[in-house]
T-cell receptor
């Protein structure tokens, strides 16, 4: 079945770049998502990328997709303390949508001042 | 625009008791999802509704969990009887339809079963 894996923790200093990595197994994945979850809050969609794209940039966020290796990464430039949260990678197959995605277990990003 | 509303925010019950959670999706959103998020894990889909019909409930433990969306708007998720392993955050999400690329999540209900 589908499986999405992420490293559990990442710690960076304020102002540095953060790179959060994710691997997935379902080769039919059409959409790949990054969500942010702050303490006591629901999930907030940050960005998504279609499987026919290699890269997507949105302000401080850069998503890189290596479809051959089934590897997805999220780079946050100039990381701020407000970026501290849990980041979830998720994948969705064709004919499904974001609500029916398979999620990884999340990477806890800690930004130190 | 109001977001997805869930209540209660927190609930503590004893095992074998019953509990119900309520969700009000974003106005006009046809698709509604319930997720279970166990501490330290990502959300796992329990059930998906399209309007008032069930699209996918393959991961719902039907011996104890039930959900309904009678009028195609609000939804309730019930657990009866609860087990210790049901302790989790129950997240409701909605999307405009079943072909969209974004689902909007509520803040969740944190259930503790003691």
């Amino acid at each position: 079945g589908e499986d999405v894996e992420q490293s559990l923790f990442l710690s960076v200093r304020e102002g540095d770049s953060s790179v959060i990595n994710c691997t997935y197994t379902d080769s039919s994945s059409t959409y790949l998502y990054w969500y942010k979850q702050e303490p006591g809050a629901g999930l907030q969609l940050l960005t998504y990328i279609f499987s026919n794209m290699d890269m997507k940039q949105d302000q401080r966020l850069t998503v890189l997709l290596n479809k051959k290796d089934k590897h997805l990464s999220l780079r946050i430039a100039d990381t701020q303390t407000g970026d501290s949260a849990i980041y979830f990678c998720a994948e969705g197959a064709i004919n499904t949508n974001a609500g029916k995605s398979t999620f990884g277990d999340g990477t806890t990003l800690t930004v130190k001042p | 625009e109001a977001g997805v509303a869930q209540s209660p925010r927190y609930k503590i019950i004893e095992k074998r008791q019953s509990v119900a959670f309520w969700c009000n999706p974003i106005s006009g959103h046809a698709t509604l999802y319930w997720y279970q998020q166990i501490l330290g894990q990502g959300p796992k889909l329990l059930i998906q509704f399209q309007n008032n019909g069930v699209v996918d409930d393959s991961q719902l433990p039907k011996d104890r969990f039930s959900a309904e969306r009678l009028k195609g708007v609000d939804s309730t998720l019930k657990i009866q009887p609860a087990k210790l392993e049901d302790s989790a955050v129950y997240l409701c999400a909605s999307s405009l339809d079943d072909q969209g690329t974004e689902a909007f999540f509520g803040q969740g209900t944190r259930l503790t079963v003691v």
